[in-house]
């Protein structure tokens, strides 16, 4: 179902169609909102804030076709009041307040594919800016370059070199011997 028919069912009041825009588009918030390291708390209250912003503001969407790239926005300008706000707090006070960028995550812990963890650990050395767009650019559902440069804040045509560049550099973390092209074939 189209976002426009998603939306107009959203303001009409179905709660299956509100379900269903969650579900479509639950991943992406998670994945702008994550993107910013926050804490676990900070990232919950941002992915609740936007989905209040969108019960709000559902039926004043000009454009419903770019669902996906209002979410992602809303979620980034969120996280970033978020971050404006605990830039008050004294770096003392925020420190038992932040997520460790290498923490493990739920694939770490639920599976024993060497594959997986190497490129997790290897993803986890990038810089915050390559994990950003790596994220952005595996979205579910999946975003267009103009979306994720807007979300970024960088021109649109720096977005598909800038990716070579971030996979060209998670490759080299990789270690000796493993190529996850090759493996494919």
Same mark, same amino acid.
């Given at each position: 179902m189209e976002a426009q028919e998603l939306l107009r069912r959203v303001v009409d009041g179905d709660q299956g169609a509100w379900d269903e825009v969650v579900r479509q588009f639950?991943?992406?918030?998670?994945?702008v909102a994550r993107s910013f390291r926050l804490s676990s708390a900070a990232t919950d209250d941002v992915?609740?804030?936007?989905?209040?912003?969108?019960?709000?503001?559902?039926?004043?969407?000009?454009?419903?076709?770019?669902?996906?790239s209002w979410l992602a926005t809303t979620t980034r300008n969120e996280a970033l009041r978020v971050i404006r706000g605990q830039s008050r707090l004294s770096p003392s006070a925020m420190e038992d307040d932040t997520v460790e960028p290498t923490a493990s995550s739920i694939e770490d812990l639920v599976t024993d594919d060497d594959?997986?963890?190497?490129?997790?650990?290897?993803?986890?050395?990038?810089? *915050?800016?390559?994990?950003?767009? &790596?994220?952005? $650019?595996?979205?579910?559902? #999946?975003?267009?370059?103009?979306?994720?440069? !807007?979300?970024?804040?960088?021109?649109?045509?720096?977005?598909? *070199?800038?990716?070579?560049?971030? &996979?060209?550099? $998670?490759?080299?973390?990789? #270690?000796?011997?493993?190529?996850?092209?090759? !493996?494919?074939?």
């Amino acid at each position: 179902m189209e976002a426009q028919e998603l939306l107009r069912r959203v303001v009409d009041g179905d709660q299956g169609a509100w379900d269903e825009v969650v579900r479509q588009f639950g991943g992406l918030v998670w994945s702008v909102a994550r993107s910013f390291r926050l804490s676990s708390a900070a990232t919950d209250d941002v992915v609740q804030t936007v989905w209040l912003r969108l019960a709000e503001h559902c039926g004043k969407i000009r454009q419903p076709e770019r669902l996906a790239s209002w979410l992602a926005t809303t979620t980034r300008n969120e996280a970033l009041r978020v971050i404006r706000g605990q830039s008050r707090l004294s770096p003392s006070a925020m420190e038992d307040d932040t997520v460790e960028p290498t923490a493990s995550s739920i694939e770490d812990l639920v599976t024993d594919d060497d594959t997986l963890r190497a490129v997790l650990i290897a993803f986890a050395k990038l810089s *915050p800016d390559d994990q950003a767009l &790596l994220r952005l $650019l595996c979205a579910v559902p #999946p975003l267009d370059y103009e979306s994720i440069a !807007e979300v970024l804040g960088r021109p649109i045509g720096s977005i598909g *070199p800038t990716r070579a560049r971030c &996979l060209d550099r $998670l490759r080299r973390l990789l #270690p000796a011997g493993l190529n996850p092209k090759e !493996e494919l074939t």
